[in-house]
């Protein structure tokens, strides 16, 4: 390959991620839209040391909260991707402005075994105990949790209301592994996903 078309290769690719930036700028603006709502109630959870707490309480002294819906420990990709959480949460809390727990489709004794087994520090709670996961819109019809995020947002008046939401698939931007692995050059692989 000569120089010249290394150098325009390198140029479509510049486009290339500039239309891929903002394309994803223009699907965080329709998911903001279609996930905006108040929140109906301020849901109570089981802390895994025995404890109840509020979904207001989550916040702490935060304005906003991450919310991941996770199907637990029977899917490797939630899995993985909360894997991936348990390193980067420190960094949306250490903002100063953001929360962020987990929901995990599992009854307590199972998800608190199976986060130990992981390592993870991020607060989390099963969703098997009341409605949120269903009315956030990550519950299927055979009432099991589906993977993705909702962003909560504490008004100055105290009341709750999602801001945005997105879902969790294979090559999705939340997992880092899947760029790690679109870019090898088996097949049997890039079948995964």
């Known amino acids: 390959m000569t120089e010249e078309e290394k ?25 903001a839209k279609l996930g ?15 404890g109840k707490i509020k979904l207001s309480e989550m916040f702490g002294e935060n304005k906003n909260l991450f919310v991941v819906h996770n199907m637990g420990s029977k899917c490797s990709f939630c ?8 390193g980067m949460y420190k960094y949306l809390e250490g903002r100063g402005k953001s929360g962020f727990v987990l929901m995990a489709d599992d009854d307590l004794e199972t998800h608190r075994k199976f986060k130990e087994s992981r390592g993870w520090t991020f607060q989390s709670y099963s969703a098997r105990e009341n409605d949120f996961s269903k009315e956030m819109g990550y519950q299927n019809a055979k009432g ?3 993977p993705g995020l909702t962003v909560l947002e504490k008004t ?6 999602r801001i945005n939401q997105d879902w969790f698939g294979p090559t999705d ?21």
């Not at 479509?12 to 700028?25: F, G, Q, V």
């Not at 100055?156 to 209301?161: L, N, S, V």
């Open 173 to 193: 931007m939340y997992c880092s592994v899947w760029r790690f692995l679109e870019l090898l050059p088996h097949e049997d692989i890039k079948k995964e996903f």
């Open 36 to 50: 905006e709502a108040p929140v109906s109630q301020d849901y109570e959870f089981t802390s895994l040391a025995g």
């Open 144 to 146: 099991e949790v589906e």
């Open 156 to 161: 100055d008046d105290g009341k709750i209301r």
């Open 79 to 86: 899995t993985m991707w909360a894997d991936g959480f348990s």
């Open 7 to 31: 150098k325009s290769i390198h140029q479509e690719l510049r486009t290339l991620n500039s239309e891929i930036h903002e394309r994803r700028k223009k699907a965080v603006e329709l998911t």
